[in-house]
């Protein structure tokens, strides 16, 4: 029976690029999806862009860094030992090629509890603080006055941006020992808006 014949060098960096570009966002959607989970808010609504699941796959992979201690490991030893691993690899592709997913998904899950955590517990100050002024409607005959302190509050800053997509903002704080409240304003209701920006030491 004759060996298989060496995949072209190029071809293999191909798939190698398409595989790992794959994963990335696996990890970042991953990472995205159960952060915003714990808020009860849904991907779809929030308007991130898909680039931006990239910047959290590498959140996901600097929270996991300890898996380059493996990688480095096999990189050193591929000289001696990478024809072989390369026919395990094919013939196991069915096997390894989901694990690989479930593993960076598992990756995402576990980056997105822990910054989580952590942004929770600080007030989410890596947030920036933000003031907004919403358009008065007329002829409504008064706000109620949970509203109303809404408004107030909005006016003076005291909620930080969460997510800004095209056609709405989110918003949370937290303070008191609750739980992060989030508020979500249409583009359309906000007559004006200034972010504070956080301070770069942070």
């Known amino acids: 029976m004759s060996a298989p014949r060496p995949l072209d060098p190029a071809l293999l960096a191909a798939l190698l690029t398409t595989l790992a570009t794959a994963l990335l966002y696996a990890a970042g959607w991953s990472y995205a999806y ?17 680039e931006y699941h990239f910047i ?4 996901a992979l600097r929270w996991g860094w300890w898996l380059l201690i493996p990688l480095a490991i096999g990189r050193l ?13 094919r013939g196991a592709l069915p096997l390894w090629l989901p694990l690989a997913f479930l593993g960076l998904y598992a990756l995402g899950w576990g980056a997105a509890r822990a910054d989580y955590r952590e942004h929770a517990a600080g007030g989410f100050t890596h947030y920036p603080l933000v003031r907004v002024w919403l358009k008065e409607e007329k002829g409504t005959g008064g706000a109620a006055p949970r509203l109303t302190r809404l408004t107030e509050w909005l006016r003076e800053g005291g909620y930080r941006l969460l997510v800004e997509g095209k056609s709405r903002i989110y918003l949370v704080k937290t303070g008191g020992g609750a739980e992060p409240s989030v508020v979500v304003i249409p583009a359309g209701e906000i007559r004006a808006m200034r972010v504070v920006p956080v301070n770069p030491g942070r």
């Open 34 to 50: 159960h952060f915003y989970d714990r808020l009860n808010l849904g991907l779809i609504g929030l308007e991130i862009p898909l």
């Open 77 to 89: 030893a591929w000289p001696r030992h990478g024809a072989r691993w390369t026919a395990w690899l």
């Open 56 to 59: 959290y796959g590498f959140w």
